[in-house]
């Protein structure tokens, strides 16, 4: 029971909301557009199945990778890896298994989504090696986790549409925005090992600036998303209630004042794909 605590803690399994509401949004969105009211039971057991071994997954390859920059590093010197209370080969099993469910769970959808579940594998993989390399790591996060509602889509279709591509853009702008402002405690860190990344390349007043740009572009695409879609009132009402939590995100973290940067970054950002995902429902179901 210590090492599965211990494995909960190291993969964050209380932030699995984050990802979780934009891939359910991508499939009612998809039913709906198809002429369904919802996904199938079967349906929405798989798609959950498929979100939460590729999100574990991903965050078990970024703490085995990062492990000996988070050991270096003293705010996450007490992390599950960098401590190494848990052993590499078993959170390597880890990984291996959750992909495996991740094949599993695509079969189950539609050949089109087990056709690409190894590109979603190299995105998730890859990403934990972006700061060594491009300060848009960032983004490139935020599209690795985009591409949940995007599959979501296409496991309730079972076609490559476009649509989806525009809710993929404002998943990858959210997250790039909280990520850049998170990234802020890192600065001088990030500089004496050469890791790239908004802030370290553009300081504390450019790094936030870029979260602003991304998310205001998080909140454009979501309107572009109403648009292409034909949503209605309920829909934009939530879109802006996103946007208010977003502009008080950045009112309460400043250059020179980071102090609430863990809130802005985690405890209110639950909320945008919760009411988002929430809102829409209303629309399409009224």
């Known amino acids: 029971m210590n090492k599965l605590k211990e494995f909960l803690d190291m993969v964050d399994?209380?932030?699995?909301?984050?990802?979780?509401?934009?891939a359910y949004l991508g499939a009612f969105l998809a039913a709906w557009y198809l002429g369904d009211s919802s996904p199938t039971v079967g349906q929405f057991w798989w798609i959950t199945l498929a979100m939460?071994?590729?999100?574990?997954?991903?965050?078990?390859?970024?703490?085995?990778?990062d492990r000996h920059y988070d050991r270096a590093n003293a705010r996450t010197a007490n992390w599950v890896m960098a401590?190494?209370?848990l052993p590499v080969a078993g959170v390597w099993s880890a990984v291996v298994g959750c992909f495996i469910l991740l094949f599993i769970s695509a079969s189950q959808l539609n050949s089109l989504c087990l056709k690409l579940a190894p590109?979603?594998?190299?995105?998730?993989?890859?990403?934990?090696?972006?700061?060594r390399f491009t300060w848009w790591c960032h983004l490139i996060l935020g599209l690795a986790i985009g591409i949940g509602p995007v599959g979501s889509w296409i496991a309730i279709s079972g076609t490559f549409d476009w649509q989806p591509l525009i809710i993929g853009l404002v998943?990858?702008?959210?997250?790039?925005?909280?990520?850049?402002?998170?990234?802020?405690?890192?600065i001088e860190f990030d500089r004496k090992q050469g890791l790239k990344s908004i802030p370290a390349r553009f300081g504390e007043t450019g790094a936030l600036a870029f979260s602003a740009g991304f998310h205001f572009f998080t909140v454009v695409f979501l309107t572009v998303t109403g648009l292409i879609l034909n949503l209605g009132i309920y829909?934009?009402?939530?879109?802006?209630?996103?946007?208010?939590?977003?502009?008080?995100?950045?009112?309460?973290?400043?250059p020179g004042d980071l102090s609430r940067v863990n809130f802005a970054s985690f405890k209110i950002n639950h909320y945008v794909g919760l009411i988002i995902f929430i809102m829409t429902l209303i629309d399409i179901w009224r």
Request: one cysteine or more; glycine letters at 6%.
């Open 13 to 22: 399994i209380e932030h699995a909301l984050f990802g979780l509401p934009f």
């Open 52 to 65: 939460v071994s590729a999100r574990t997954a991903a965050l078990c390859l970024n703490r085995l990778i």
């Open 83 to 85: 401590e190494g209370r």
């Open 119 to 131: 590109l979603a594998v190299v995105f998730l993989w890859l990403y934990s090696y972006t700061k």
């Open 171 to 186: 998943v990858a702008c959210w997250i790039a925005g909280f990520d850049a402002m998170y990234a802020c405690q890192d």
């Open 235 to 254: 829909y934009y009402l939530g879109v802006c209630l996103a946007a208010v939590i977003l502009v008080y995100e950045h009112a309460i973290v400043r």
